[in-house]
T-cell receptor, first 113, second 117 residues
Framework: EPEVTQTPSHQVTQMGQEVILRCVPI?????FYWYRQILGQKVEFLVS????????KSEIFDDQFSVERPDGSNFTLKIRSTKLEDSAMYFC???????????FGPGTRLTVT | AQKITQTQPGMFVQEKEAVTLDCTYD???????LFWYKQPSSGEMIFLIY??????QNATEGRYSLNFQKARKSANLVISASQLGDSAMYFC??????????????FGSGTRLQVQP
């Protein structure tokens, strides 16, 4: 069964460093998303991406964050200068055009020290 | 105001029994969808079931069913014949469709279900 994959599974970085989280969505899906979950808290929407552009973003998704689809398969989330409060699990998700279900990847746990 | 409310932070159920996880929602959008996801201790988010606001029948997927009461704005998840592997965090989520560009899911705070042998 096709699935969303994410790399790395765990990333440790120092405050102020840039990180890039990578995702490979399900191959025939056209909508891509990033969510984050701070430990013990609810899952929060960051951004959605369709047709090579951001279609929606939350207030969390400030100028620190950017997304890109550099090729036909990868979808990335970049955090330019990480802060301690960026420590969280970051989930990539994708959905097919016309369908509602969003399928999540296994997540990348980001730890900022 | 919270858009998705899950009032049960934790639930216990005996193996083979049924359990209901509560979810209430708040929206003025006449068109919306409700989702349930399972998050095991390993951390991944697993899609379980979807209910559209215009669906006439309650959604079912195997042992999962959604008790959708539109007037009460509730979308409770029912798990029948609980198994030990059902022990996990369960999240209710909603997507509002009025703005067709909008696809973000809004999640509740979750319910931790523990199935006891």
């Amino acid at each position: 069964e096709p699935e969303v994959t994410q790399t790395p599974s765990h990333q440790v970085t120092q405050m102020g460093q840039e990180v890039i989280l990578r995702c490979v969505p399900i191959s025939n899906h056209l909508y891509f998303y990033w969510y984050r979950q701070i430990l013990g808290q609810k899952v929060e929407f960051l951004v959605s991406f369709y047709n090579n552009e951001i279609s929606e973003k939350s207030e969390i998704f400030d100028d620190q964050f950017s997304v890109e689809r550099p090729d036909g398969s990868n979808f990335t989330l970049k955090i330019r200068s990480t802060k301690l409060e960026d420590s969280a699990m970051y989930f990539c998700a994708s959905s097919a055009l016309g369908f509602y279900e969003q399928y999540f990847g296994p997540g990348t746990r980001l730890t900022v020290t | 105001a919270q858009k998705i409310t899950q009032t049960q932070p934790g639930m216990f159920v005996q193996e083979k029994e049924a359990v209901t996880l509560d979810c209430t929602y708040d929206t003025s959008d006449p068109s919306y969808g409700l989702f349930w996801y399972k998050q095991p201790s390993s951390g991944e988010m697993i899609f379980l079931i979807y209910q559209g606001s215009y669906d006439q029948q309650n959604a079912t997927e195997g042992r999962y069913s959604l008790n959708f009461q539109k007037a009460r704005k509730s979308a409770n998840l029912v798990i029948s014949a609980s198994q030990l592997g059902d022990s996990a965090m369960y999240f209710c989520a909603m997507r509002e469709f009025m703005d067709t560009g909008r696809r973000a899911l809004t999640f509740g705070s979750g319910t931790r279900l523990q199935v006891q042998p």
